[in-house]
């Protein structure tokens, strides 16, 4: 019987391409240092196969983090009887994903005066709250 893959596998998978495409590195290269090829690093990142606790070691180190970086909030699939399933919010690692997201966290990023910063979250809420209301008109 084959094993399936499953949120958690996507959740780790998805912050391993968060990392590696925000400090630069591309496929090629992880796969190159893990001793891989770039289309089993693609398989590990959109969560196809799963990421053994050695290898998982193995990226924390190229990609310069913890191993906390890629489990912090993720939660079992199967919620403890009596407990209702809790999902960590998945909208940091899909705006990640994106090209846009990633241009735009790293230039928030640069900006050091606070008034800006605060200014331009206010702007973007302003027009997300202005997208929403014209979608549902």
Known sequence: MKKSTGSIDKEVGS?????????GMSQEKLGDMLGLTFQQVQKY???????????????????????????????????????AEESPPTYVADMMATPEGLQ?????AGIKNP???????????????????????
């Open 15 to 23: 912050r391993v391409r968060m990392r590696r495409v925000s400090i």
């Open 45 to 83: 990142e959109k969560g196809m196969n799963r990421i053994s606790v050695a290898r998982l070691i193995e990226i924390t180190k190229i990609l310069g983090v913890d191993v906390h970086f890629f489990l912090d909030g993720v939660t079992s699939t199967k919620p403890a009887p009596g407990f």
């Open 104 to 108: 735009l966290v790293r230039h928030f």
């Open 115 to 137: 008034k800006v910063r605060k200014s331009i979250v206010q702007l973007v809420a302003s027009v997300a709250t202005e997208d929403d209301t014209e979608r549902s008109s």
